[in-house]
């Protein structure tokens, strides 16, 4: 069970794979914070929002796409070797969006790295 937000289909807008058809899930939980977050609200965890694997599967093959890719808040949080590795059975392409902050789990066509910025330390130039 994963904890989902939201699910959509939607053509990607950014990247290499700007203009496919595409199907989102968009997990709960980030602890990164990124300035640039399209989506501030998916940083916090509703547990009564879990999801399986099937039932993620089952929405996916009523569209006409062949792209999955998770985003977040910041999918690594949760391991995503289960899931990833039903949807990609299933014939499907699996993409992800991560800030790069946690291990990589799960079976994956594509990644997307966004960085969070880090203030460089002060120099003890003098």
């Not at 993620?56 to 062949?66: A, D, F, P, V």
């Not at 995503?80 to 014939?91: E, P």
Request: hydrophobic share 30%.
């Amino acid at each position: 069970m994963i904890p989902i937000l939201e699910t959509f289909l939607s053509i990607q807008g950014e990247g290499y794979y700007a203009g496919q058809s595409s199907y989102f899930i968009r997990t709960q939980g980030c602890d990164i914070g990124c300035h640039w977050c399209d989506e501030p609200t998916s940083w916090e965890i509703d547990k009564r929002k879990n999801t399986s694997s099937s039932k993620l599967l089952e929405e996916i093959k009523n569209t006409n796409t062949k792209i999955v890719i998770f985003t977040g808040g910041e999918p690594l949080m949760h391991n995503l070797t289960d899931v990833s590795r039903a949807i990609s059975n299933a014939g499907y392409k699996l993409h992800l969006e991560t800030s790069g902050g946690y291990p990589l789990t799960g079976k994956w066509d594509w990644i997307t790295l966004s960085p969070k910025k880090i203030k460089p330390p002060l120099s003890d130039s003098k």
